[in-house]
């Protein structure tokens, strides 16, 4: 006879299976009907009960929350696992690697990229639980900036390409990057963060160009080095070394 702890062992085990398995099929409808996910359609898929479904997500938006917390975490971990493997003080090189790790993963999972870059869904609402992952691959870039403004290679003075003027930040946008700053990455200048911010909206725009068909009759052959270019580019604006 099977002890209690025995048994609820096996129990959590199933569950997680089970609950995997879910968000498995979701995911396969993510490819095929987008976020327009049915708990219905999934429970026939596993040829269950939808009320069995329910027991593990009550509703669509539990399930969509589920997948989108998976999605950002596997992003970040992609972005960080790259950028890990290159030298700390190689600020160029952990740049280059986070950027083409995030593209690497949206080409090889363009719906799940999607669901967390695309069009909001309409009705749901993220809730709080997804904030953290979210801000993984946002905390690579933050920490790079943070190392090379301690490393002393990072600073206000560096040049705009092409010789231009700093353009003043309005003094709403200054507080807002100072209150960013304060929470998140206090060491690092408000202008710094600012090119930071820039970067790294440039980073995902891209991304974004190429996987929702924005660069066809453009760039067609050569949108790795494409990317690349755009992350040097951007680079250079930051003041990475």
Same mark, same amino acid.
């Given at each position: ?24 099929? #979701? ?27 329910y ?6 938006? $539990?399930?969509?929350?589920? %997948? ?5 975490d596997?992003?970040?971990?992609? =972005?960080?696992?790259?950028e ?6 190689? %600020? ?11 593209? $690497?993963?949206?080409? =090889?999972?363009?719906?799940?990229? #999607? /669901? ?5 869904? *309409? ?11 979210? =801000? ?13 403004? #301690? ?16 353009l003043?930040?309005? *003094?709403? %946008?200054?507080?807002?990057? $100072? ?6 990455? *206090? ?27 924005? /660069? ?26």
């Amino acid at each position: 006879m099977l002890s209690d702890m025995t048994a609820k062992s096996i129990r959590a085990r199933v569950r997680d299976e089970l609950t995997s398995e879910i968000k498995a099929i #979701a995911r396969q409808q993510l490819a095929t009907d987008g976020a327009n996910l049915s708990l219905r359609a999934v429970a026939r898929e596993l040829g269950m009960v939808s009320s069995a479904v329910y027991r593990y997500f009550p509703s669509r938006d $539990d399930l969509l929350t589920a %997948l989108i917390i998976d999605c950002y975490d596997e992003l970040g971990e992609a =972005a960080e696992t790259a950028e890990a493997a290159v030298d700390r003080s190689d %600020l160029l090189g952990r740049w280059l690697a986070t950027g083409h790790g995030i593209r $690497d993963w949206a080409l =090889a999972n363009p719906a799940e990229y #999607a /669901l967390i870059y695309g069009s909001p869904v *309409p009705g749901y609402r993220a809730p709080e639980t997804t904030v953290g992952p979210a =801000a993984r691959t946002t905390n690579v870039i933050l920490a790079l900036l943070a190392d090379g403004v #301690a490393a002393g290679t990072l600073t206000v003075a560096d040049p705009v390409p092409g010789g231009g003027i700093v353009l003043p930040l309005p *003094p709403e %946008l200054g507080a807002e990057l $100072d209150r960013i700053a304060a929470t998140v990455c *206090p060491d690092v200048p408000r202008e710094v963060l600012s090119r930071g911010i820039t970067a790294w909206i440039q980073l995902f725009g891209t991304v974004t160009f190429e996987l929702f068909g924005r /660069l066809q009759n453009m760039i067609e052959s050569s949108r790795r080095n494409f990317f690349d270019r755009q992350l040097r580019v951007m680079a250079v604006y930051v003041g990475l070394r």
